[in-house]
C-alpha cells in the first residue's frame, strides 16, 4: 500500500511545474516542513549579503545610501512585494517587525476611523504579539479592546466599531479566514479592516486591493523566505495614504528628512509607515531572496500548496494508526491555509523523534505538531515520506 503512495509521489513530483524551483534553495535531505516559521535559505543570497558588505558598506561606504539604493530600499522592496499580495505598487513599504507594524496599523487605523468610534476588534484566537500590541494601542488612543473569533466579527460590528485586527491564516490551526467576506462587514459597519498575513503572504493569493482592505502587515521570514528576523512589511491602501497619521512618525517618513526641522511633516505615499534607519543588511538580503519569485505566479502556489496538503492528510490517514492524531486544520479548501496541524497527546517527544529521523516541523504546546508546506521546495516525495516517518514514530 505505501508503495502506491511513494509511487504517486513520484509521479506527482513528476508533473509538478514548480518542482524546479526547489534548486534554487539550500537544503539538504531533511524533510523541511517549517518554512511557515523560517523560511530555506535561496542559495544566492550569501553571495549577495557578501557584495553588500564587502564592496557597498566596506568600500562605498556612505555613499551607498544614495549609490547603492540603500536610503529607498524599504519602498523597492515594499513594490516587489506587492504583486505577492494582490497591490499595485506605493501602498507597501517594508521596515520594522510585525508586532511594530501591528501598532501602527491598529493606531492609524483608529484614527482614520470616524469620530465618536471607541472599539477595536481583535481576533480572540491571534498570534499573542497582536493582542499584546492591540491592547496597548488600545489603551493609548482610549478605545475598548473586544476580543472575539473571526468566525463571530460579523455579529460584534457595530456602530461603535472602528477597527478590526484579523488573522488571514490562524498560526496554529492553519485555518484560512475569509478575508474578502470579513473585511466587507467590516466596511458595512463603517470600521476599518486591518489583516495579519503572516501566514498567508507567499502562500497562496491575498488580494489586498481587490478586497477593499484598509491596512495589512506581514512578516517576511516564513514564505517569502527573507531570513531570520528580516523586516516585515505595512500596507496602507492608496486612498488612505494622505490621511495615515502614524503613531511612529519618525524622521525618514519626513517629507524632507534631511531638512532637519524641528516640525513634523509626513512624506507622500507609503514612505509615510517608515520610522527610522532601515536594517540595510537583512533588508537587502530579503530583497535577493525575492528574486526566486520571478516568473512564478501565486495561483500557481496556491493550487500546489492545497495538492501538497491534500496528499499529506492522506498519506497520514494511510500510515499513521487510528486515533492517534486528529487534525485541528479544516478539510475545506477554501479554509485551509498551507499548513496542517496535528493535533497529539504527547506531540513534543513525537516531534522531537520526527527531527531526529529528517523531518522538521514543529510544536505548538501543549498538543500541536504543525507542518507548514511551502510550495517553492516541498515535493510530493517528501510529503510521503514525513507521513510515513510520522507513521513509524507512532505505531506502538
Ligand atoms: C501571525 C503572526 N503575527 C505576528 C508575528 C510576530 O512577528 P514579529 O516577531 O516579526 O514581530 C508572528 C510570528 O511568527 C505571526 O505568526
Redesign the pocket.
Known sequence: MSETFAARAAALDAADQLADLRKLFTLDDTVYLDGN?LGALPAHVPARVQEVLTREWGELRIRSWDESGWWTAPERIGDRIAPLVGAAAGQIVVGD????N?FKAVVAASRLAPEGRDEILVDAT??P??GYIAASAARMTGHRLVPVAPAEVPDALGPRTAAVLL?HVD?RTGRLHDLPGLTAAVHAAGGLAVW?L??SAGALPVGLDAHGVDLAVG?TY?YLNGGPGSP?YLYVAERHQAAFDSPLPGWTSHADPFGMTPGYAPADGAVRGRVGTPDILSMLALEASLDVWNGVSIEAVRAKSLALTDFFLECVAEHVPEGRVTSVTPAAHAERGSQVALRCEDAEPVMSALIARGVVGDLRRPDVLRFGFTPLYVGFADVERAARVLGEVLKP
Open positions: 516559521s517587525s510585525t508586532s511594530v501591528v491571534t498570534f504579539t497582536d488573522n498560526y495579519d503572516c501566514h512578516c516564513k516585515a
